[in-house]
Nanobody
Framework: QVQVVESGGGLVQAGGSLRLSCTASGLTLERYTMGWFRQAPGKEREGVSCIRGSSGRTRTYYADFVKGRFTISRDNAENTLYLQMNSLKPEDTAMYYC????????????????WGQGTQVTVSS
């Protein structure tokens, strides 16, 4: 059974940085399209970033609201997905979810087979 686990969330001041990590037991992450999503209270879950491809043909995608501030990466040796978040803003406050094994068209859509429980990111002003 696949288990996706996120970590790295926390409380940070505006302008600060956090790095989220995601592991998925039972999956070799390099073989799957992976995504980061977030959901703030009262709002729908939205795609933040995703990564697809492997062996030098990796492509990354970002939502407009994080472009230039967030970076998705994958350490194949550690079988871990990361989301480096810089220049954080209060509006980035949300529960962040890692997702594995994409089944849709645009990997920023929440069409994944496996989801983690989320890690809370809170950005204070």
């Amino acid at each position: 059974q696949v288990q996706v686990v996120e970590s790295g969330g926390g409380l940070v001041q505006a302008g600060g940085s956090l790095r989220l990590s995601c592991t998925a037991s039972g999956l070799t992450l390099e073989r799957y399209t992976m995504g980061w999503f977030r959901q703030a209270p009262g709002k729908e879950r939205e795609g933040v970033s995703c990564i697809r491809g492997s062996s030098g043909r990796t492509r990354t995608y970002y939502a407009d609201f994080v472009k230039g501030r967030f970076t998705i990466s994958r350490d194949n040796a550690e079988n871990t997905l990361y989301l480096q978040m810089n220049s954080l803003k209060p509006e980035d406050t949300a529960m962040y979810y890692c997702a594995a094994d994409f089944t849709g068209y645009s990997c920023l859509d929440p069409a994944y087979n496996h989801w983690g429980q989320g890690t809370q990111v809170t950005v204070s002003s």
